[in-house]
């Protein structure tokens, strides 16, 4: 029930069923009106209130920690992660997200990474399907996985079941977008920008959305739906017409050198070897192997920067910084040394790191 205003403008405030008939002290020294009360019709948007409701308070009790009590946005989808010795309530679960989040259309279970290209494996576990919620033989009608993002006035096409970007990072990527602010200060015109990891596109959304910051922009990934997405993603922030199938990568634009490519191999080619101000390394489970075969693509005729992201255990972050080192040309003067900083636990013993290097001219 919920408190609510009547004819004379009196706030009513609901009592239990299981109150005195006689009002008590000291509310009996007042006048009292009785009256039938108001259902509290609101979205409870505590999703454990409905799981409560559905599987039990000693169920919740006996299983702790276990419960998904985190989860990720994607546009009108909702990624969980489902323990295995919760899959005996995974109807309730998906339920229960949904009630609680009624803009919410689609509920996925990450079943974790799978291949060389580390494609998330998304399953339908629940679905809303106009006032009913169904989490049995979810229909294909609404288990589409093609969704508009929206992300810093931009809106960025993603299909996570084939190219997997987290929403989480926004602040990441307006840190990288403030470090190139600072390049192109530093360079004192529009820089060059290597993505040579890109996916969708969500690092390269800011970066453009930037007046007059980005000039010449190398963009390719190994994985071919990635790619037919960021046409789609280039087509739209660019306002040309980029293919509309993923292709191999080619200078599509005098200022644009996009598509399918494996980055270890791109310093292979002359035209973009000592090419670029800012480097992107974004496959944080590889960002320190793959270093050594990336450098090369950076222009050492001015000041440039590697911007990346590292998974690593907490107790080798310092290691991990030392491989960093060794593995880059000399920092610029002036700027400190790069060093992973933590960002968001990856699992119980990894961390998310990130970090950036400016890098000296020869």
Same mark, same amino acid.
């Given at each position: ?200 596109? #969500?690092?390269?959304? +800011?970066? $453009?959305? %930037?007046?007059?910051? &980005? @000039?010449?922009?190398? =963009?390719?990934? !190994?994985?071919? *739906? ?19 199938? #993923?292709?191999?990568? +080619?200078? $599509?634009? %005098?200022?644009?050198? &996009? @598509?399918?490519?494996? =980055?270890?191999? !791109?310093?292979? *080619? ?93």
């Amino acid at each position: 029930m919920r408190v609510f205003s009547d004819d004379s403008g009196n706030r009513m405030i609901p009592i239990s069923a299981g109150a005195p008939v006689t009002i008590t002290a000291p509310l009996h020294e007042y006048e009292v009106e009785l009256m039938e009360g108001s259902p509290d019709s609101r979205i409870d948007s505590d999703w454990w209130n409905h799981l409560s409701l559905l599987v039990g308070k000693d169920d919740i009790e006996s299983h702790g920690d276990a419960w998904p009590s985190s989860h990720e946005f994607i546009s009108d989808m909702m990624v969980v992660r489902i323990e295995d010795e919760l899959e005996d309530f995974t109807s309730e679960i998906a339920r229960a997200k949904l009630l609680s989040h009624p803009h919410i259309r689609l509920v996925l279970n990450d079943e974790g990474v799978q291949g060389e290209l580390r494609i998330r494996k998304l399953t339908p576990i629940g679905a809303r399907i106009g006032e009913e919620i169904v989490t049995e033989e979810i229909p294909d009608s609404v288990s589409t996985t093609r969704v508009l993002v929206r992300e810093s006035g931009r809106a960025i096409a993603c299909d996570p079941n084939k190219a997997y970007f987290s929403t989480k990072l926004q602040s990441e990527r307006l840190e990288t977008l403030s470090l190139a602010k600072e390049l192109r200060a530093l360079l004192g015109r529009p820089i060059r920008v290597c993505d040579p990891f890109c996916g969708v596109g #969500p690092a390269l959304s +800011a970066l $453009l959305s %930037e007046p007059d910051l &980005v @000039g010449e922009v190398l =963009a390719s990934d !190994l994985n071919s *739906d990635a790619v037919e997405l960021l046409f789609d993603n280039l087509r739209r922030w660019d306002g040309r017409n980029y293919p509309s199938q #993923p292709e191999p990568i +080619a200078r $599509l634009f %005098e200022d644009r050198i &996009v @598509g399918v490519a494996d =980055a270890t191999k !791109l310093c292979e *080619d002359p035209e973009l070897r000592g090419r670029w101000d800012l480097l992107i390394v974004n496959l944080p489970h590889r960002t320190i192997d793959l270093l050594p075969t990336l450098v090369p693509l950076l222009d050492r005729k001015t000041p440039s920067m590697v911007r990346g992201r590292v998974i690593a255990p907490e107790t080798d972050i310092e290691d991990a910084n030392t491989s960093i080192r060794s593995a880059l040309p000399l920092t610029l003067e002036g700027k400190p040394e790069p060093s992973l900083r933590v960002k968001r636990d990856y699992s119980s013993t990894l961390r998310l790191c990130s970090f950036e290097a400016w890098i000296s001219s020869q």
